[in-house]
């Protein structure tokens, strides 16, 4: 199985698409349309080209068109937020080749050529982009298109901004082995609060527990172990910022076998402890 291709809808028969976003958004689909993602208040794994990352509030990433990719979100109590974040779609004919051609766009030119491989945001970015964003899921006509341009105005000036997907990455990329990916990323993000052996994995990527290991390193960077580590991680920093929950439940909620794993884990990929972490937003 391939990527999907999805058909985006323009409501207002424009070129430019705005919306909030309300679904899981976790099959692996390409569209040709450009797609600009900011993730309010939701958390979980985002899939772009070959990269994986963990990806937390104010996340914002720039896709361009026929880039397969997905997120999975983490959700509490089996639902998401609602209005969790905000998705922009346009056409790159939208904006035409004689405006994008002019010396004032040459920032914007720069911006979609990167998008090839997919771009992050940081967070200031993001919370800088976020009052347009909302602006343009309300609005029609000239003001989406104003907002919009302040928006790209954003992206453009970033100082912080990261590619995604590897140098060589091509959308012919082994299709097969992204379907064996994103599986097992669905296994590790439906499972994570329970114990997950790296043989239950190797049988859901069809592969023995000793190739699979090495592939999953290639593939997302990270070893088995500590990918999962980081998936939990992550979980128990919403949990710890979103709820009064107590730290020894959190632990094992998020699949922590013991509190003092759950700390050793804590510290080494946040830097602190639960309890400073959950202090900060206290």
């Not at 994986?52 to 896709?63: C, K, Q, R, T």
């Not at 509490?76 to 609602?82: A, F, H, N, V, W």
């Not at 994995?201 to 999953?216: G, L, N, Q, T």
Request: hydrophobic content about 35%; aromatic content about 12%.
């Amino acid at each position: 199985m391939v990527a999907e291709l999805e058909k985006i809808e323009y409501d207002d028969g424009g070129g430019f698409r705005a919306a909030y976003i309300t679904d899981t958004g976790s099959f692996w689909h390409f569209h040709p349309e450009y797609e600009l993602a900011l993730n309010i208040k939701s958390n979980g794994t985002r899939i772009i080209g070959d990269n994986v990352e963990l990806f937390d509030h104010y996340d914002m990433v720039l896709v361009a068109g026929s880039v397969p990719h997905c997120w999975n979100y983490y959700k509490t109590r089996d639902s998401l937020p609602e209005k969790h974040g905000i998705m922009v779609h346009f056409k790159l004919s939208s904006l035409g080749e004689p405006l994008l051609s002019q010396y004032e766009m040459s920032g914007v030119r720069e911006l979609l050529r990167e998008a090839e491989r997919g771009i992050v945001f940081s967070i200031d970015d993001a919370r800088m982009a976020e009052k347009h964003l909302v602006h343009m899921v309300e609005s029609k006509g000239i003001e989406k298109m104003i907002d919009f341009l302040y928006v790209l105005k954003i992206l453009c000036d970033s100082g912080k901004k990261a590619s995604l997907s590897s140098v060589n990455y091509r959308q012919t990329f082994d299709e097969r082995g992204n379907k064996r990916m994103n599986d097992v990323y669905n296994y590790i993000r439906e499972n994570y609060s329970t114990p997950v052996s790296l043989d239950k994995v190797a049988k859901v990527a069809r592969m023995s527990p000793f190739a699979f290991s090495r592939y999953f390193k290639k593939n997302s960077g990270a070893g088995f172990v500590e990918y999962v580590n980081r998936v939990r991680t992550n979980k128990a920093c919403y949990l710890l910022r979103e709820t009064d929950n107590q730290i020894n439940g959190i632990a094992f909620d998020c699949g922590f076998s013991s509190i003092s794993n759950f700390n050793k884990q804590f510290r080494k990929t946040e830097g602190i402890s639960p309890r400073d972490y959950r202090a900060q937003f206290r």
